[in-house]
């Protein structure tokens, strides 16, 4: 069974950065794209950046300027680069496959904005 491994997050101050990694185990790696999703209390769960396979990536504009991901299909692995990061960045983000969410859920890896 395909298994996605978020690691990286943490508490940081408004303005700071941290990088997300996300592993992918299996083959949906190198033939998928990717993407970064965000869950924060009381909402929906939101993509919040988009990898295909060949690099093409895409945001929306709630993050776009400030995260970029990225990936190495040698490695199984997803990045997602969060600079200036804002209190409403707070939330739980997990990776997963792209348009359709497809394994399960992995853990996530809880990020939070202080102000």
């Known amino acids: 069974q395909v298994q996605l491994v978020e690691s990286g997050g943490g508490l940081v101050q408004a303005g700071g950065s941290l990088r997300l990694s996300c592993a992918a185990s299996?083959?949906?790696?190198?033939?998928?794209?990717m993407g970064w999703y965000r869950q924060a209390p009381g909402k929906q769960r939101e993509l919040v950046a988009a990898?295909?396979?060949?690099?093409?990536?895409n945001y929306p504009d709630s993050v776009k300027g400030r995260f970029t991901i990225s990936r190495d299909n040698a490695k199984n692995t997803v990045y997602l680069q969060m600079n200036s990061l804002k209190p409403e960045d707070t939330a739980v983000y997990y990776c997963?496959?792209?348009?359709?969410?497809?394994?399960?859920w992995g853990q996530g890896t809880q990020v939070t904005v202080s102000s």
């Open positions: 299996g083959s949906i790696f190198s033939i998928n794209a």
């Open positions: 997963n496959t792209f348009p359709r969410p497809d394994p399960p």
């Open positions: 990898i295909t396979s060949g690099g093409t990536t």
